[in-house]
């Protein structure tokens, strides 16, 4: 029975995620027609090309979207994992150091 509930919410699961992807998330206007409002925000966007709940094309537009942006892709992790925290806390780290670098000579931070 655990088997079949499993198997039940991972298909219930799956046919959410992809409703949600094929709508964009339904937001009006779409996330890439308001990539704008980030402009001269840098990101690092980390993607897991096991990840089943997203497909890799997402990261990748949305990289390209954003002018200033990082994309990382791990090609043995999905969503999560040791090798993607890892990534995950160096990005911030290189975040948190280029912030302390902007306060320290005195220009604004992005």
């Not at 964009?24 to 089943?52: K, N, S």
């Amino acid at each position: 029975m655990a088997s079949f509930r499993t198997d039940l919410l991972k298909e219930r699961l799956s046919t959410l995620v992809t409703h949600y992807w094929a709508h964009d998330g339904f937001l009006l206007p779409g996330v890439l027609d308001r990539m704008e409002l980030l402009h001269g925000i840098p990101a690092t966007l980390i993607y897991g090309r096991m990840d089943v709940s997203g497909p890799a094309i997402a990261p990748w537009l949305l990289h390209r979207a954003w002018p200033g942006s990082e994309l990382i892709i791990n090609e043995r992790e999905g969503h999560g994992g040791p090798a993607m925290v890892e990534t995950w806390c160096e990005a911030n780290s290189r975040h948190a150091d280029r912030l302390d670098a902007q306060t320290t000579s005195g220009t604004s931070p992005g």
